[in-house]
């Protein structure tokens, strides 16, 4: 058989000079879906078996009656194909993925004990941090973090504008880190001694 392109040993091709319509169709794509397909990070051989696949299914779409409709957008026709091809492959390697060990581990949803404790414990760490606080600080941080109430609300309790109010937030908030900062210090240095 006279080949004008290479083709893996074992495969049926489609690359014969016998019909040189089809000879011409591969001249013309072989290099643009090489590119094509080279730029997906694929490996050379399933380069060329994907790129066959496509040249395949193009000469059978042309051997169908009503295959190719519409002729002068050739080359969006076959492009679409490869596509396809490509989304199939991509479709076929996930399924054949084997899962990684995070799978496995899936998390009670009944009763998640350890998350319970965390968020008791940050809880009661929160609440003694804000005890802690000036009195002002402290209730204006509960009435926007933990009650959120309007902002509009919380200026007419605490008799202030917005303004002022934003200072007033960005202190308290300031000396609530720092006490939570000093605390998270104070756990660290009891885990090392």
């Known amino acids: 058989m006279n080949h004008l392109f290479y083709c893996p040993p074992g495969k049926a091709t489609i690359y014969s000079s016998k019909n040189p319509g089809l000879a011409w169709i591969v001249a013309y794509f072989e290099h643009l879906l090489r590119i094509k397909l080279r730029s997906r990070m694929l490996t050379n051989d399933k380069v060329e078996d994907l790129r066959q696949e496509t040249f395949i299914r193009v000469i059978a779409a042309l051997r ?7 002729p002068e957008r050739f080359g969006a026709f076959v492009n679409s194909i490869c596509n396809n091809v490509l989304l199939e492959y991509y479709r076929t390697s996930a399924r054949n993925q084997p899962m990684e060990d995070s799978h496995l581990e899936i998390p009670d949803k009944v009763l998640d004990l350890e998350g319970m404790l965390v ?14 606080m000036p009195r002002r600080d402290r209730d ?3 009435a926007i973090f933990l009650e959120e109430k309007d902002k509009d609300v919380v200026c007419r309790e605490f ?34 001694h």
């Open 119 to 132: 968020t008791k414990q940050s809880s009661e760490h929160v609440r003694r941090i804000l005890e802690g």
């Open 140 to 142: 204006l941080l509960r």
């Open 159 to 192: 008799a202030v504008d917005r303004d002022y109010l934003r200072v007033l937030l960005h202190r308290a908030k300031d000396k609530f880190k720092v006490l939570y900062e000093r605390g998270q210090l104070g756990v660290a240095h009891r885990a090392v």
């Open 64 to 70: 169908r009656e009503g295959g190719v409709r519409q």
